[in-house]
């Protein structure tokens, strides 16, 4: 599983790649699956949860996870 990051670059109405691939599977390899992800306002991290109700909010700077453990599962993410 790996993470790809593009920018959007409306002057030319393209996506540029930002950096090479980001390999997920450190952080899940108990074969859980991504089922919800969204950007956190204001900061630069993605929220993913994942099939097992675990969320993790994934810093796109230090390249790390921080995680919580859900008590219910989600039905969607904003």
Partial sequence: MQL??????A???SLRGMGSAIDLHPF?????SIVHACFVHGREEILFVDSSAQARIFSLTM????YMQLFTFPLWTF
């Fill in 4 to 9: 790809h990051i593009f920018a959007f670059e």
């Fill in 11 to 13: 002057s030319h109405g």
């Fill in 28 to 32: 899940y390899d108990n074969g859980e």
């Fill in 63 to 66: 390249l790390q996870p921080k």
